[in-house]
């Protein structure tokens, strides 16, 4: 499992220096993706639940929890759908695709590491969530 345990910790690292900027400067944030400044407090808010989401990741991540990596590949490969969705809505900037790949990219790895750690059949795995 040390594969998918560094996976989830470096998308947790990722998400928690987004969700900083997100929280702390959304305006820079946003002007990297093309995207209009805003005066709106929900960037900040998104910044501080995907922060919040990033410490999860990098705490849980030690305890081995093979059910809640493979929730988080679910989740992070849904994001993509849900985004695509709110743009062809017309209520999301096609520039919130780019969020997306961030999301893909790390789901992809968690999985590959996933399978890379059960081939190799580390037997160190707890989980908290089954008891």
């Not at 702390?24 to 944030?29: I, K, R, V």
């Not at 081995?64 to 062809?88: E, K, N, Q």
Request: net charge positive.
């Amino acid at each position: 499992m040390l594969r998918t345990i560094r996976s989830l910790r470096w998308f947790g690292w990722y998400a928690v220096s987004t969700g900083l900027l997100a929280a702390l400067a959304p305006n820079l944030l946003l002007s990297l993706f093309g995207m209009p400044a805003t005066t709106e407090v929900w960037p900040r808010v998104a910044g501080m639940l995907v922060g919040f989401i990033g410490v999860l990741h990098m705490n849980v991540s030690p305890i081995d929890l093979r059910r809640y990596a493979m929730t988080t590949v679910i989740l992070r490969l849904s994001v993509p759908l849900i985004f695509g969705w709110w743009v062809i809505a017309g209520v999301g900037p096609w520039q919130l695709l780019f969020f997306a790949g961030a999301d893909v990219v790390g789901a992809i790895a968690t999985l590959w590491s996933l399978r890379a750690d059960q081939q190799t059949g580390n037997p160190r795995q707890t989980s908290a969530i089954a008891h």
